[in-house]
């Protein structure tokens, strides 16, 4: 796919989402990229917004590994290069080797040199309300605002509205060994 195809398909989601849901467009303004474009590889948007970052953790949900709990998650972590990396939840017969979607998106990012998130966004299939991390997500999820500062985090239903938070919000009094 080239660049001038994929930013043709971005800017009609963007049109699809604004005119469709209730979320503020300051927030989505708010997480314009400050980065240049880079490698189709490397996944690096160039107009990144929330309803973007919100869409591909949904998209990522559908490929959760989930077969004891059928209970699918995906999370998306935009880096402050303008770099998403999305993950599911990983299970495991073993049960405490499961592994949660946030964990995985933010591994998948670290695991390729980036430590700075300007925000995450967590998806699931529940329409009642917007699910939060587990306790052990949220202390990993901080671990990284040492170099990112209080980040924010995107909890979605499948309808793509959201309640925004910030990561102190989830778990004020994180350890820490600083
Ligand atoms: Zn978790």
């Known amino acids: 796919m080239c ?24 927030s989505v303004l ?26 591909q953790s949904h998209e990522a949900k559908q490929k959760a590994y989930c077969p004891y ?10 880096t402050e290069e303008g770099t998403i990396f999305t993950g599911c939840n990983i299970e495991n017969s073993s049960y405490s080797l499961t592994i949660c979607a946030e964990r995985t998106a933010v ?17 699931t299939n529940v329409s009642e309300k917007y699910m939060s991390p587990c306790g052990a997500c949220r202390q990993f999820l901080s671990e990284f605002t040492k170099d990112s500062g209080d980040y924010d985090i995107y909890m979605s239903k499948p309808d793509l509205t959201y309640d925004k938070k910030k990561i102190s919000e989830l778990l004020p009094c994180a350890f820490s060994l600083n």
């Open 3 to 26: 660049l001038c195809r994929r930013d043709i398909q971005i800017k009609k989601c963007r049109v699809f989402y604004i005119g469709t849901l209730s979320f503020g467009l300051d």
């Open 30 to 55: 708010g997480l314009l990229p400050l980065s240049p474009r880079s490698s189709e590889k490397n996944k690096t948007m160039t107009d990144v917004n929330v309803a973007e970052l919100v869409r």
């Open 69 to 78: 709990s059928n209970f699918q998650v995906g999370a998306a972590v935009l």
């Open 107 to 123: 591994a998948k990012a670290v695991s390729e040199g980036y430590t700075k998130f300007k925000a995450i966004a967590v998806a």
